[in-house]
């Protein structure tokens, strides 16, 4: 049976925009030994529902995977982890889980984890853990620098708790990616996520910063071309705008958008960003083109926020293709 909360906090989670964007984001929860609830892949969380969203494995599986993996300090075997969490789907025929169920499986017995946007606006700044550290001031987390998600990012997460000694850390912020809070319910790792979404955007704010968030920057709900940005003005032609257009801040920008974003008139690209404000999506799938907006309004949120207070650190073009590959392999699968 799927528990009404975790049907509720992916709901609440899914529809504030500053949290989660396209499919990003995901959630789960241990019912009992061997058991764990999770959010499937690709899904928005918003969308999940008492009949789809969720899929029921056996998380000591997957444990144990990704226990093997730090031991053989194998971090690229992705091919056997999406078997693997295929093989701990305990209802036959059970959709596909997450790709970030690893680290779901190996951390406590609720798990939250988001991009949120005023805490990727310090994650993906240079000497974002240093920043965080002031942030939050004092407060103990671990920090994660960038690492691909799935396998890498999961094997990483296990030797974080292996660092605290076994101990599930309750926050753990991830260079260029967001959080993940782990708590004894999803109702504490909720409140845990909101206070420290809170911290970071007060924290930009005493740093003389206009905060935008994803929340505020959708005027007239106009999300299907036109996107009136004034901010956009004032950046326009700034060496660091134009580089933002070329690189990507965390891995669903990279995934989402996938090209370079066109600041050109004439440029051929997924996604063009005129100096007025207007935003054409080269997508026909209206629930795609959704996606790709929000995960990019996102990411402009957070570039408009770093050029007030620091400079930004983008994802390596190494770990880019990685992430372009990887999807490139869901799709062949799709396709079988
Ligand atoms: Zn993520």
Known sequence: MTSEEFIKYCRIIGKNQDLVQGGGGNISV?????????????????????????????YGKIASFIKK?????????????????QESVLKKHGKQPSMEAGFHAVLGKAVIHTHPVAINSIGCAKNAEKMFQQALKGKKFAWISYKSPGLELSVSVLEEKQKAGGKNPLVILLEN???????????ECYEETIKLEKKAKKFLEKKGVKVHLASNMEPEKTWKNQLVVKELKKVWGQKTFKNFSKHFLFPDAAVYIETPISLENSAKSKVKIRENGVVEIAEHDSAKKRKIFQVLLASLCIILNIMQFSKPKYIPEKKVLELHNMELEKIRKKAK
Do not use: C, F
């Open 177 to 187: 990616h967001g959080i993940i809070v782990s708590s004894g319910s999803l109702k």
């Open 30 to 58: 241990k019912i009992n030994p061997g058991k764990m609830i999770v959010k499937t892949s690709g899904i928005e969380l918003e969308k999940v529902s008492k009949k789809m969203g969720h899929v029921a494995v056996d």
């Open 69 to 85: 993996m730090s031991r053989q300090k194998n971090t690229r075997n992705e091919k056997k982890y999406m078997a693997t969490l």
